[in-house]
């Protein structure tokens, strides 16, 4: 979920507001080693790595979903909005 008219609390500066994103993206689990570290409970370090490689992307926290929140979070997503702005 894109943010158009949301500023980042991570302002580059005062002129340039960073995008601000929220997604959920689903991981097969035979997948999930390539992505999870399990023992830190975090994303690997290379996927992280690549994520900020990306042209644009200032900083980003990424989660595993838990199970009790999902509902809470994709409110927290969509805040109500048009999801084709």
């Known amino acids: 979920m894109h943010e158009f008219e949301e500023k980042s609390k991570s302002k580059i500066?005062?002129?340039?507001?960073?995008?601000?994103?929220?997604?959920?993206?689903?991981i097969p689990n035979e997948l999930n080693s390539k992505f999870w570290d399990d023992?830190?409970?975090?994303?690997?370090?290379?996927?992280y790595r690549d994520i900020l490689?990306?042209?644009?992307?200032a900083n980003c926290l990424i989660e595993r979903?838990?199970?009790?929140?999902?509902?809470?979070?994709?409110?927290?997503?969509l805040k109500?909005?048009?999801?084709?702005?």
């Open 13 to 26: 500066d005062n002129k340039c507001n960073p995008n601000h994103i929220h997604g959920i993206l689903t």
């Open 39 to 47: 023992e830190k409970g975090r994303l690997s370090k290379r996927i």
């Open 53 to 57: 490689s990306l042209g644009g992307v």
């Open 65 to 77: 979903a838990r199970d009790k929140e999902f509902d809470k979070w994709t409110t927290y997503c």
């Open 80 to 85: 109500e909005k048009n999801l084709f702005h």
